[in-house]
């Protein structure tokens, strides 16, 4: 009995970065919530729409943005492009590695020089996108915040 593994290896990463991504957003929400209760227990007050915001499916996001900068400290904007310059580098730099150990013969694939060329040409896609967003945090780090 010969087993496939090709749609798991296709599918199970795409999961597991949707899977991962909703965790991260329970987690950052989970301590949103946590800020308010500190606020409150502090007798800082928090404006009614804000809590309406999050009550509300739609707008969710606009709302916990606004209640981070105004209840923690959260880093600034080029700090913010520097992280996700850092993940879409690494993105790229991972479709790259997969086809280096297509190219490397870990699997056994016909014509290892295209499917390297062919990951590494994906892969360049979201490098770029992180090499952008690193140059917005390199260009604007020395840059007040309004």
């Known amino acids: 009995m010969n087993i496939d593994f090709g749609p798991i290896g296709v599918f199970g990463p795409i999961c597991a970065v949707i899977i991962v991504a909703r965790y991260f957003r329970y987690k950052e929400r989970t301590q949103l919530y946590e800020a308010m209760r500190i606020a409150f227990e502090r007798g800082q007050t928090v404006p009614p729409e804000f809590i309406a915001e999050l009550q509300s499916r739609r707008g969710g996001r606009a709302a916990e943005r606004v209640a981070y900068e105004s209840l923690l400290d959260v880093p ?12 879409w580098l690494a993105v790229g730099l991972g479709f790259a590695a997969i086809g280096a150990a297509f190219y490397a013969g870990l699997y056994n694939v016909g014509g290892s020089e295209e499917t390297f060329a062919s990951f590494a040409a994906i892969g360049a896609i979201p490098a770029c996108i992180g090499l952008a967003f690193v140059g917005l945090w390199y260009f604007g780090r020395n840059q007040t915040r309004l």
């Open 76 to 87: 600034d904007r080029s700090h913010r492009d520097l992280r996700r310059g850092v993940v």
